[in-house]
């Protein structure tokens, strides 16, 4: 079946400039997650969603970072005034439940020139 | 919170040889530890996990110990393939909670 979609697959801008990262979730995924995974580093936590519960937004950076999830579906990860700092690979993952495996997209990679 | 740690940051093996990769975690509440693989240019996938009330587990070539009382787990790749080349990272989370917190990823190169 289909997995996690994410768009774009890559995303270049300019310093200073705001950006929306798109993030099609499994159907029926109640759980939906967003990490940071910097070049050869590991995955930053950012942002989760379940259900129609408060996210929890403890990962976010900044609060030039913020993200909004339409129901059990889709989610947009906006940055605005970007900076070079944000430049990585924006994950996107979902699961059944809370406590089940991740399901990532292959992620988009945003560069801040 | 949780901290986890994993070693080595890179290990390189000839094809055919073993592998393993550890992990320590800091929050003795954790009770499920996925390992997931991510190969170039796509997102990490789950290749096995194991919850804390197995002390092993198995899939064909790959295997997951788990030493509560120490806070350690490992992954053991044996009879490595080229194919298996990749970063690996090491999960730990609690079931009934959401944040799944990832060590730093260890780069496995199989050498032909």
């Known amino acids: 079946g289909a997995g996690v979609s994410q768009s774009p697959s890559n995303k270049v801008t300019e310093k200073g400039k705001d950006v929306e990262l798109r993030c099609d979730p499994i159907?029926?995924?109640?759980?939906l997650y967003w990490y940071r995974q910097r070049l050869g580093q590991g995955l930053e936590f950012l942002i989760y969603?379940?259900?129609?519960?408060?996210?929890?937004k403890s990962g976010l950076p900044s609060d030039r970072f913020s993200a909004e999830r339409t129901g059990e579906s889709v989610s947009t990860l906006t940055i605005q005034r970007t900076q070079q700092e944000d430049s990585a690979v924006y994950l996107c993952?979902?699961?059944?439940?809370?406590?089940?495996?991740?399901?990532f997209g292959n992620g988009t990679r945003l560069t801040v020139t | 919170g949780e901290n986890v740690e994993q070693h080595p940051s890179t290990l390189s093996v000839q094809e055919g040889d073993s592998a393993v990769i550890k992990c320590t975690y800091s929050?003795?509440?954790?009770?499920?530890f996925p390992w997931y693989k991510q190969e170039l240019g796509k997102g990490p996938q789950l290749i096995i996990d194991?919850?804390?009330?197995?002390g092993e587990k198995k899939d064909q070539r790959i295997a997951v110990t788990l030493n509560k009382t120490a806070k350690h787990f490992s992954l053991h790749i044996t009879e490595t393939q080229p194919e298996d080349s990749a970063v690996y990272f090491c999960?730990?989370?609690?079931?009934?909670?959401?944040?799944?917190?990832f060590g730093a990823g260890t780069r496995l190169f199989v050498k032909a």
């Open positions: 993952a979902s699961s059944t439940t809370p406590s089940s495996p991740l399901h």
């Open positions: 159907s029926g995924h109640t759980a």
């Open positions: 969603f379940q259900g129609n519960s408060a996210p929890d």
């Open positions: 929050d003795s509440a954790s009770n499920y």
């Open positions: 194991i919850r804390s009330n197995v």
């Open positions: 999960a730990a989370s609690i079931t009934g909670g959401f944040k799944t917190i």
